[in-house]
């Protein structure tokens, strides 16, 4: 009887570079929401490159880019089942590609959900500090989560194009499963000079053996003695 597949061991190495990419982010969003709530002007622009990039404090209630203003509370369970899906999916990965994109995913998650949960006015009801503006590029107001959420989502898109699985391996193309199976039904159909012989000698076994005429027998086809012996 066949044994059970043995499950694959969790990947130490991809759960930490996870982890580490996770917490890079969090502690970056954290750390400048924290010097722009103290230094910066609430609702005034602060040019750094010109219009190409400008500050702007503001405190936006809804999801990323300031969209569905009215909904913190959803969007507040909507981060938490994020987090707790990449998680509890993280068992799963080997590829470090994949590792350190779902960490960044991870950390910008949980960057706009603690502004969520603790900041005014109340929890869960949290308005998430937003204060990056590239208006050249969009009209709303994002940070450094978003921004993360954003990467990680485009190259989450690239991985898949190209074919990178989770454990690391690279999915076949169209092209090349077609190739593959051409070349394994070659091989499981020819044999070789050496096979052919085997089969031959073994149907010449299997064969009944046939009796050799006696070249003594009289060539009309009687009996070596003849009807008329005495």
């Known amino acids: 009887m066949a044994r059970p597949a043995t499950p694959a061991k969790v990947s130490v190495r991809a759960i930490a570079a996870l982890a580490f990419a996770a917490v890079v982010v969090v502690a970056l969003d954290q750390g400048v929401k924290a010097l722009v709530v103290a230094q910066l002007p609430y609702g005034q622009v602060v040019p750094v490159l010109g219009d190409a990039l400008q500050l702007l404090y503001v405190r936006n209630p809804g999801a990323a880019f300031s969209f569905a203003v009215n909904m913190t509370w959803v969007f507040s369970i909507v981060s938490t089942a994020v987090v707790v899906g990449i998680v509890v999916f993280a068992r799963r990965i080997r590829s470090m590609w994949w590792a350190i994109v779902l960490g960044m995913l991870l950390g910008g998650a949980l960057g706009n959900l603690l502004d969520r949960l603790f900041r005014e006015p109340g929890f869960g009801r949290g308005h998430v500090v937003d ?77 009944p053996a046939t009796a050799q005429p006696d070249p003594r027998a009289p060539r009309d086809g009687r009996d070596v003695l003849g009807h008329d012996a005495t």
């Open 131 to 207: 204060f990056i503006s590239t208006p050249w590029m969009m009209p709303a107001i994002y940070n450094i989560a978003d921004a993360f959420i954003c990467v990680s989502m485009v190259v989450f898109v690239l991985l898949v194009i190209i074919g990178v699985n989770l454990d690391g391996s690279r999915a076949l193309s169209a092209k090349q499963q077609r190739a593959a199976d051409a070349a394994a039904r070659s091989d499981g159909g020819a044999t070789t000079g050496f096979e052919q012989a085997d089969a031959d000698d073994v149907g010449r076994a299997s064969r």
